[in-house]
């Protein structure tokens, strides 16, 4: 079982260097055997960077690959709010750089013209796109996504760039979070995968997600270290699903994802 | 039927020459030092009133759980979170736990300190059901836990020696149905109540990391209050706890079968745990307790 991490992070793990903090990454990941990582965004969080935190947030995870490129892949950390600098960083990082995909966050929604410019020319360099979505509750009266902030993105509106760009490398980020409405939202787009990681080990998902999309668009991802290895491995281990599905989300899918530009960088997959 | 067997997945060698042994232990804390006879203070029974799940049936939920070596589960009940006859949901789940489970599940039934009568429901988990519980839900029973009928009600548990396991959530409020008005449960009032009630036991079940950790102080002042770890996150989080919080006051929950049980049961495999923590946490201090 070859098990590949999606989504993991330097913030919420101990060190004070990006590589002391990947070391303790890749230490656990060793008790749970996990064979490579993907890691993206700097050791402190920054919701709307502006270009010089971008950079800064791309050289800690470029800092933190070195020496560690058989274990970990990295994704650079664009914001669609500053069009020029995102597009600099994507050539700096992926196109000339050893990262391998785009992680897009919360500073814009995805369906914005600008978040579509980043995310057509990451198409054209085979990146594969980490777009974080949520649904979260609240407004008057409550409801799904009516407590978004205001730039994070739904699966609704994932699936409408994944529409008005097929050939973007897009993964549903979280599965929305409300993974029930999530996958309803994601399903009609059938090129579009979801990330699982970063939410509660909740009973059901999986098995849901592998009923409405099928154990091909499922791709296992942690978001350590504000997540466990131990939570979100959970989901996989415990559903009840055969075990060739179980396979697929948790490395194979995100190899096949990745096989492009891995294979245009010359980085093995075994 | 689960067909991924859990010691397969420990035991089982990858193939290739490069590729990661599954689970290489890296400290004197093996994973197969897993004790048997582990409690789980913490699942539920009956159905969640939003979704079906599996292990959502009292004798299939046993099943799950003797496969990991558990032989004592402390059980509340799903209906406790709507019903209003209290009564009826107690003698349920009563009922459940002798009839099913072969002696598995030990019955925390609920009071709702904000019901007509309620004291009738406390007298009769103790004396008619023996239950050496009870589990409240004040989040979802709209009541801060220093409203003076809820005071009154932790007194009356500390003269029965109840243990009182206050639930804090039950699902992450940003995916809530829209429905449901879950209040948050503000535990920082426990600390005067505990100090005035001596004989107070109190488990806080599925208080996240944060939580937990602003209640620290708590937790060194009084040693009669204890957590589970199912809603505990982040890497290594149980290795973490234990070196913030006494490990005689933290025990394993896994909030069963509304999360994954692997993910409580991994959690203890993740951090590097000695023989001796591990045991406490597994089963020991429930023993204690209880």
Redesign the interface.
């Known amino acids: 079982?070859?098990i590949w991490d999606l989504h993991c992070h330097l913030s919420?793990?101990?060190g004070d260097t990006p590589s002391q903090r990947m070391d303790?990454?890749l230490?656990?990941a060793?008790?749970?055997?996990?064979?490579r990582i993907c890691v993206f965004m700097g050791m402190e969080w920054a919701y709307d960077p502006e270009p010089d935190e971008l950079r800064h947030q791309n050289d800690q995870v470029l800092e933190a690959l070195k020496g560690r490129e058989d274990r970990a892949l990295g994704f650079a950390y664009l914001n669609p709010a500053h069009v020029k600098a995102s597009l600099a960083e994507l050539k700096r990082c992926v196109e000339e750089g050893p990262m391998v995909g785009v992680k897009l966050w919360v500073a814009r929604r995805c369906n914005t013209p600008e978040a579509e410019e980043v995310i057509t020319r990451a198409a054209g360099l085979d990146a594969v796109i980490y777009q974080h979505t949520?649904?979260?509750?609240g407004g008057t009266?409550?409801?799904?996504g009516g407590?978004n902030l205001p730039g994070e993105s739904t699966p609704q509106e994932v699936a409408e760039v994944a529409s008005k760009v097929p050939s973007a490398r897009l993964i549903c980020g979280h599965t929305g979070?409300?993974?029930?409405l999530g996958i309803r939202a994601i399903r009609p787009v059938r090129h579009v995968p979801i990330g699982i990681g970063g939410?509660?080990?909740?009973?059901?998902m999986v098995?849901m997600a592998v009923r409405e999309l099928g154990a091909e668009r499922i791709i296992y991802g942690s978001d350590?270290?504000?997540?466990?290895?131990?939570?979100q491995?959970?989901?996989v281990?415990?559903?009840?699903i055969?075990?060739q599905d179980?396979e697929l989300i948790l490395g194979g899918n995100l190899r096949r994802m990745l096989e492009p530009i891995l294979t245009r960088k010359g980085i093995r997959t075994? | 039927?689960?067909?991924?067997n859990r010691r397969e997945?420990l035991k089982?060698p990858?193939l290739?020459a490069?590729?990661?042994?599954?689970?290489?232990?890296?400290s004197y804390s093996e994973f197969d030092e897993w004790p048997d006879g582990a409690v789980d203070v913490n699942v539920t029974l009956f159905r969640w009133p939003f979704?079906?799940?599996?292990?959502d049936d009292t004798d299939e939920m046993a099943d799950g759980l003797r496969q990991f070596g558990v032989n004592r589960a402390w059980a509340g009940s799903f209906e406790a979170l709507f019903h209003r006859d209290i009564g009826a949901v107690n003698l349920r789940l009563a009922r459940e736990c002798r009839k099913r489970g072969n002696g598995l599940f030990v019955p925390f039934g609920t009071v709702n300190p904000m019901l007509p009568d309620w004291s009738e429901d406390l007298r009769r988990c103790h004396e008619e059901h023996n239950m050496p519980g009870i589990r409240l839900y004040p989040g979802y029973h709209g009541y801060p836990l220093d409203h003076p009928s809820s005071i009154e009600l932790l007194e009356a548990a500390a003269e029965r020696d109840l243990l009182v396991q206050i639930v804090l959530v039950m699902?992450?409020?940003?995916?809530?149905h829209?429905l449901v008005n879950m209040v948050p449960v503000a535990i920082d009032v426990l600390d005067s109540i505990l100090g005035s009630l001596p004989d107070l036991k109190i488990m806080l079940l599925n208080a996240a990391r944060n939580v937990l950790v602003q209640a620290i102080p708590m937790f060194v002042s009084h040693k009669d209050i204890y957590c589970d770890i199912s809603?505990l996150?982040?890497?290594?989080?149980v290795e973490r706890l234990v070196t913030e919080i006494p490990t005689r006051q933290v025990l394993f929950g896994s909030h069963?079968?509304?999360?994954?049980?692997?993910?409580s049961?991994?959690?203890m495999?993740?951090s590097?745990l000695d023989r001796k923590t591990m045991e406490a946490l597994v089963k020991e201090n429930a023993k204690r307790i209880v």
Do not use: C
Request: aromatic share 14%.
């Open positions: 079982m070859r919420g793990v101990d303790q990454l230490s656990a060793d008790r749970m055997g996990i064979e949520w649904l979260k509750l009266p409550p409801t799904a407590g979070g409300n993974w029930e939410s509660y080990p909740t009973r059901g098995e350590a270290g504000g997540r466990s290895f131990a939570t491995l959970a989901k281990m415990g559903a009840q055969p075990n179980k075994e | 039927m689960k067909d991924w997945f089982v990858l290739g490069t590729a990661v042994p599954l689970f290489r232990p890296q979704r079906q799940m599996h292990w699902e992450d409020p940003r995916t809530a829209p809603w996150d982040g890497l290594q989080g069963s079968p509304f999360f994954y049980f692997e993910a049961w991994l959690k495999k993740e590097i």
